[in-house]
């Protein structure tokens, strides 16, 4: 030992080779070969972790050696891929009706939910020419329901909004409008359409997806092939969303096909249009309550009414409309009966002695009334989803009309397959958690086809 130094262990002065001990000259040069190698993948991973700028690093890998993971890196392919394919398939196309209805003309009444900026909204479409109404929800909530025409093709002859608060009914609210198709537009060959409205209407009618406020949820209805003096009620109404609370559901949509049908005798039994985000599924009750124009709460439970279901996490199962609902309309020979209290049968039915509902109204649903895909529609015709996100994938928006009216085609809403690679609504193309309903309407009785 020179200069009275002690001499350290192997360990501290080389700790890559700490544990080797003196070998023959053969075993040395061996584990010299490993010293270098381990150094050599050391340098490696130090070289290329200064070689790569820091801020371009992920922010969990910024002071960890850079992993070159295949698994992972096709991983992140496959999710490029699926996002590309989405993009490249997620349009939506047209279903017709077997009728030749060749000859008719656009014209345009637009139906939106939980709208927030209306002001906005109506200064954005009176450049395409359409003029709107508003009816803002009751309580603390801070949006409504809005319902916009093409105001040279239609005139507004009377407004009247539903508050349901002033029944005990939650801070929902409806609108129902009586239009008159205006005379100077009815023989025209071709609808007038602005720039603006072939973008935003004509080529996919309410391209929902380009319009910047969010949480609008529009139904959009074309009546074509129109003749002189015809006027129809057009109601808009968004339903409570509390599935467990059947009683106030069903009282709600009492009191909308009440004002609707009251309505369409006061102006000479004119035509209904109604639409809207119900909160319930196809072939509900609430949903039967519409088709068949009675139902019978005591066969029915009041959690159930709309078989509305909430799902938790986006990664669990999920299970929407396309099943076979049958099973909830098996008739037994002794039906099973559910207790109902004062209380909910006055909110449902509006007394407490009434068990039974009924309205006037002679309604259809327009998406069955069109033929479609099975990729888009259940097995009673009605699109397999509306509304697409993280806790639900289901239908619960609708078209309904009267017998006097019928569908010419609709617009498909979007395959499943091709809504779950979206990842879920809004996305960049869809702006908001509901697909839009678009039905083309034409009267029965006008001396057509039809």
Known sequence: MRG???????????????GCKRKPFAARNQCHYHVQRRKLVIKEEIETLISSRVDELPYLNRFRPIQHSRRHKKKREKLKRGKQLATEEDHREWAFSTSDLSRCKDKFIICFQEVDHFNGLNNHLK????????????????????????????????????????FGLRHNVAQLCVLKMNQNH??????????????????????RQEYTFQNIRPCEFQFKRIPPTRSLVVGNIHVLFNPKRGDIKLG????????AHK????????????????????????????????????????????????????????????????????????????????????????????????????????????PGSYRTRDNYGEPLATSYHSEFMGTVDYIWHTEELVPVRVLETLPVDILRKTGGLPSEKWGSDHLALVCELAFADDGSSS
């Open 4 to 18: 009275g130094g002690h001499r350290l262990p192997p360990s501290v002065h080389h700790p890559v080779t700490a």
């Open 127 to 166: 450049e395409g020419g359409f003029k709107g109404v508003y009816k803002a929800r009751t309580g603390e909530a801070y949006d409504g329901c809005a319902m916009f025409w093409k105001d040279d093709l239609f005139t507004l002859l009377h407004q009247e909004n539903i508050e349901f608060q002033n």
């Open 186 to 207: 009815l023989n025209s060959d071709v609808a007038t359409k602005s720039s603006w409205g072939k973008k935003f209407i004509c080529s996919f009618p309410l391209a």
């Open 252 to 259: 709600q949509m009492r009191l909308f096909l009440e004002k």
């Open 263 to 370: 309505l369409s005798q006061d102006w000479g039994n004119i035509p209904v249009v109604l639409a809207g985000d119900l909160n319930s599924m196809p072939q509900s009750a609430l949903y039967q309550f519409l088709a068949s124009s009675e139902l019978d709460l005591q066969l029915h439970d009041r959690r159930k009414i709309s078989r509305h279901v909430e799902y938790q996490s986006q990664h669990r199962a999920y299970i929407y409309q396309n099943e076979d609902a049958s099973s909830s309309w098996v008739s037994r020979s002794r039906p099973l009966v559910h207790e109902w209290s004062n209380e909910e049968l006055r909110l449902a039915t509006g007394s407490d002695r009434v068990t039974r509902l009924q309205h006037h109204l002679k309604l259809c649903s327009a998406y069955p009334g069109t």
